[in-house]
């Protein structure tokens, strides 16, 4: 049986055995059975690279953070994770940059990661649950996902893909409603709509 460590755009793990383009972590979620008993131990969110500096270790090792798998970074933008500062530091400064000039941000130095971190978890979670928000969908902009009668779905260059584990498929944009539920936390489809570009699995195409 495949491990619990697939993420979904709502930010739910699953098993699955199809394989993430991204890792995450959001602290240590697993026992020694490897079985999951929390569903984040940190505000920490992040997505990172599959290999970095050739460090190997076993999948949910004793008292170490739980690996988390994506299909994407569209997906793991979704689910409130951020690029990790440290194996994707470029692309984290990216981030950061855009997120500063999207949501304005006033503060007199560049903003930190934990407070873009506790931005985020109150974007993503109430009450452990995940938090979306009513957006009209022809506004949505590229990478944004959104949740309709129980499917996830992500805008990509104009279109509208249906969201699975192993990839996107074809969806029509007639049959679905004017004003959907975003998954994407607010501030991030900000960035989106700013310019910056989430990437994408390949079955998007994109």
């Not at 049986?1 to 972590?25: A, C």
């Not at 008993?37 to 190997?56: D, M, P, S, V």
């Not at 130095?109 to 979306?132: C, G, W, Y």
Request: charged content about 30%; glycine content about 8%.
């Amino acid at each position: 049986m495949p491990l619990q460590n697939r993420v979904t755009p709502e930010g739910t793990i699953e098993r699955d055995s199809s394989r993430g383009t991204f890792m995450g972590n959001r602290g240590v979620l697993h026992d020694a059975d490897k079985e999951l008993r929390r569903r984040f131990k940190t505000k920490a969110w992040i997505t990172c690279l599959l290999e970095f500096k050739g460090r190997k270790r076993e999948l949910m090792t004793p008292k170490a953070y739980t690996e988390l798998f994506f299909l994407d970074e569209v997906t793991a933008f979704a689910a409130g994770h951020r690029p990790c500062a440290e194996c994707r530091r470029a692309r984290y400064n990216e981030f950061r940059n855009a997120w500063m000039t999207a949501n304005q941000w006033d503060g007199s130095s560049a903003i930190r990661a934990p407070e873009i971190d506790e931005i985020l978890h109150k974007e993503r979670l109430e009450d452990d649950q995940k938090v979306t928000w009513k957006g009209p969908l022809a506004e949505l902009p590229h990478g944004a996902m959104f949740l309709s009668e129980g499917d996830s779905y992500a805008v990509c260059n104009g279109k509208v893909l249906k969201w699975s584990f192993s990839g996107y498929g074809p969806a029509d944009f007639k049959k679905l409603p004017k004003n959907v539920d975003v998954l994407t936390p607010r501030s991030v489809v900000k960035v989106f709509a700013s310019g910056f570009r989430p990437e994408f699995h390949s079955t998007a195409g994109a």
